[in-house]
């Protein structure tokens, strides 16, 4: 199952300020424009686009929250 707060380095508790600063500390990082012929940085900073999509969100982070507890039951 694919978890965004794995991808972005953070916990379930963490706030929105929480996971905004992850995802630019993330995004600057790995962003394709800043490495020259890093193809993977380029898939990395896709991954992270989603997940920074997904929590950002406060309905799609409840989604994610609810599947996951879901899974543990």
Do not use: C, N, W
């Not at 424009?33 to 993977?40: K, S, V």
């Not at 940085?41 to 406060?58: N, P, T």
Request: aromatic residues 8%; proline residues 3%.
């Amino acid at each position: 199952m694919y978890d965004p707060y794995s991808v972005l380095g953070v916990s379930r508790s963490a706030t929105e300020d929480d996971v905004k600063q992850a995802f630019r500390s993330l995004a600057k990082r790995f962003h394709p424009d800043t490495q020259e012929g890093a193809a993977d940085k380029g898939r990395r900073f896709k991954d992270l686009s989603i997940a920074y999509e997904i929590l950002g969100d406060a309905s799609k982070r409840q989604d994610v929250l609810d599947s996951a507890q879901m899974h543990e039951d």
